[in-house]
């Protein structure tokens, strides 16, 4: 039986010595779970099961309620290189909407493809340093994914004419987003939204 809520393993490298602003960021899920306690455990290990090790860190945080804890709440792992970059885990919650089924570990089995909105505040800092990516969904197949993300930005109450520009990438032949970018907007108020879909 499919649980309510999916528990998303989100590693987030921000490049700061290619980039100060913070702009470049580069996130990636990591695991989907059913189980918050299994999401957990996972999330703790997710950097050295990528490959990263603990020895190249100045800073290397694992929120294991042995202390107190200095970075925001929803982080599972902080880690450092001074002049380098940070790399963070954290642990983002969703409706579990397409009803997807845990394994024994709580562990959604892939591929999954996940739709990834990024809203970059302009308005508040013209760098782009100042930016948030959320999954909007997920989902078993790509095209399911790709066709719920064309219309993420939009709703009964907000058209593409609302905002200030609206491009696709199906209807782009120069597309300077990346290629798992479906959407990019600009809204009025000067807020920039990526629209992508990933595959973990």
Do not use: C
Request: avoid cysteine.
């Amino acid at each position: 039986m499919a649980g309510e809520l999916l528990y998303h393993i989100k590693r987030t490298v921000n490049d700061i010595k290619n980039d100060p602003t913070g702009a470049t960021q580069n996130v990636a899920i990591r695991g989907t779970y059913t189980d918050l306690a299994a999401a957990k455990a996972a999330a703790k290990t997710a950097l050295t099961d990528e490959g990263y090790e603990k020895g190249n860190f100045e800073v290397y945080d694992v929120k294991d309620g042995s202390g107190e804890w200095k970075h925001p709440d929803g982080l599972q792992v902080f880690a450092q290189v001074t002049d380098g970059e940070n790399v963070t885990v954290a642990i983002e919650t969703t409706p579990n909407d397409t009803e997807l089924v845990g394994n024994a570990d709580g562990k959604v089995e892939g591929p999954l493809y996940h739709i990834l909105q990024t809203t970059i505040h302009y308005n508040l800092d013209r760098g782009g340093g100042k930016r948030e990516t959320s999954i909007e969904g997920t989902y078993k197949g790509r095209e399911e994914a790709s066709k719920k993300a064309a219309t993420t930005l939009l709703d009964e109450d907000v058209k593409k004419t609302d905002f200030a520009e609206y491009d696709e990438s199906s209807e782009k032949e120069d597309w300077a987003y990346g290629e798992d970018v479906l959407v990019h907007a600009v809204a009025v108020g000067g807020e920039n939204y990526l629209v992508a879909v990933v595959k973990s």
